[in-house]
């Protein structure tokens, strides 16, 4: 059964900083992977979604790379902002099936 | 585009009594929709999926005959809470697949934040 695991489980950083999110998956089977931000009490923001066959995407400050025979992804947020702070989840999608989620990464990022 | 909506975004309701919940894609056609549960601090939980036109197919745990799917169109999943119990106070959200786009992407709605007490 695949599982999503998402390092550090919480992160605090001054404004300003890069900082990478991490996230691991234990089928590399996929189909895709998608990143999303949860402001508290909100529903999700699509970030980025990485089709299986590519190996990065970028919106703006936003990167996340796919190397999935390793099972892994990681998000890069350049130049963090105290509006970056949220709660960073990763997603992953097996052909047919819904998306499962890690647990996500709650950002913090002071002024 | 690609736009979902759930209805309503916040409910309180009494033990003992039932809940729907309204999922809509609002410009594209889903012929699948998904339900998520997340609990405070936790991450979403997969319920259950619905293909239109079809039961539901609920994961390892989800009580059929509690949460009651219903997907009559291409555009409209409905979750009830059957007889809801406190520990049923959770946050919900609907998700829509546009088979159509070729890239199996899901859009997720707000959620409903449903309080029981």
């Known amino acids: 059964k695949q599982e999503v695991t998402q390092i550090p489980a919480a992160l605090s950083v001054p404004e300003g900083e890069n900082l990478v999110l991490n996230c691991s998956f234990t089928d590399s089977a996929i189909y895709n992977l998608q990143w999303f931000r949860q402001d508290p009490g909100k529903g999700l923001t699509s970030l980025l979604l990485?089709?299986?066959?590519?190996r990065e995407q970028t919106s703006g400050r936003l990167n996340a790379s796919l190397d999935k025979s390793s099972g892994r992804s990681t998000l890069y947020i350049a130049a963090s902002q105290p509006g970056d702070s949220a709660t960073y989840l990763c997603a992953v999608k097996e052909a047919g099936t819904a998306l499962i989620f890690g647990k996500g990464t709650t950002l913090s990022v002071s002024s | 585009g690609a736009v979902v909506s759930q209805h309503p975004s916040r409910v309180i309701c009494k033990s003992g009594t039932s809940v729907k919940i309204e999922c809509r894609s609002l410009d594209f056609q889903a012929t699948t929709m998904f339900w998520y549960r997340q609990f405070p601090k936790q991450s979403l939980m997969l319920m259950a999926t619905s293909n239109e036109g079809s039961k539901a197919t609920y994961e390892q745990g989800v009580e059929k005959d509690k949460f009651l799917i219903n997907h009559a169109s291409l555009t409209l999943s409905t979750l009830t809470v059957t007889s809801a119990h406190p520990e049923d106070s959770s946050f919900y959200i609907c998700?829509?697949?546009?088979?159509?786009?070729?890239?199996?992407?899901?859009?997720f709605g707000p959620g409903t934040r449903l309080t029981v007490t």
């Open positions: 990485i089709q299986s066959s590519q």
């Open positions: 998700s829509a697949r546009d088979g159509a786009s070729g890239r199996y992407e899901q859009y």
